[in-house]
């Protein structure tokens, strides 16, 4: 077995190469000197803090907070808006429901940069501009799409028998759905917080351009404030995205053993 799996070794390690890499150039740069003009390829020998100390004089705390913010409030109204809307269209095989679900396919193949210009517009008629509610409707529209395609396929794999079994003992949709059907839910949605968590934390696009004003800035912004027309500090933004990264890695880590169940479990309903 172990011979005729020896390809997956050969594929995985460039792989794992690709994503290793970008961490170790980024962890180098952070704790040169702006003075070393040594190749970014190779590590210091030694540990320059005050990269660091720009960083943290700079905007990456604001970022992280409002970045923080805007996650947690987006990924909540996610998976229990996106939980609730695929309870019906999982369990109703009718026409409509499976246009709705088409439609909702549909949304996550539109690339977000290719309608700014109205999604600029109509964020601007209805005062959104630079504020936490805004850029979170923007995160819940084009992130729910995901997290309704997991949830209705999951549930998909529920038995109706539970559905058939609450009904004889007098709960109605809502009382079966919260009840019977979001115990079962808790591998799938670990994987929709950490799937759409990390895309909203990483965002930059939406950050850009409606995130104008000072008063609120994400994680993304703050990194690329280290870099300007008339000059850039590759030093402070790479200490500046060190720290950016930390949360998401450190939840990552205490989530994957959770996260990795759920997928588990997906495949095997």
Not at 4 to 19: E, G, K
Not at 177 to 187: C, D, E, G, W
Request: hydrophobic letters at 55%; a positive charge; proline letters at 5%.
């Amino acid at each position: 077995m172990k011979q005729r799996n020896w390809w997956c070794y050969f594929v995985s390690i460039p792989i794992l190469f690709l994503y290793i890499v970008p961490f170790y150039i980024l962890l180098g740069v952070a704790f040169k000197h702006p003075a070393d003009a040594s190749s970014r390829w190779v590590m210091p020998g030694y540990l320059y803090l005050d990269n660091f100390r720009t960083a943290l004089n700079g905007a990456i705390i604001q970022g992280m907070r409002d970045s923080f913010i805007i996650t947690l409030t987006a990924v909540i109204l996610i998976a229990f808006v996106g939980a609730m809307a695929a309870f019906p269209l999982a369990r109703n095989k009718t026409k409509l429901n499976k246009f709705v679900r088409l439609a909702v396919l549909g949304v996550m193949m539109i690339p977000p940069l290719s309608i700014i210009v109205p999604l600029y517009r109509v964020m601007l008629f209805f005062d959104a501009i630079s504020t936490y509610h805004g850029v979170i409707v923007l995160m819940l529209t084009f992130q729910l799409p995901l997290a309704i395609f997991l949830f209705t396929n999951f549930i998909s794999t529920i038995p109706m028998a539970l559905d058939e079994a609450a009904a004889i003992d007098g709960c109605g949709p809502f009382r079966t759905f919260f009840s019977v059907i979001m115990p079962q839910l808790k591998a799938v949605t670990i994987s929709v917080i950490i799937l759409t968590g990390v895309t909203c934390w990483n965002d930059y696009q939406f950050s850009l351009y409606f995130l104008q004003s000072p008063r609120i800035r994400s994680v993304t912004l703050a990194v690329s404030d280290f870099f300007a027309q008339v000059g850039s500090d590759v030093f402070g933004a790479a200490a500046a995205a060190t720290l950016g990264v930390l949360p998401i890695i450190i939840i990552f880590l205490f989530l994957q053993k959770y996260f990795i169940k759920g997928m588990v479990d997906s495949a095997i309903k």
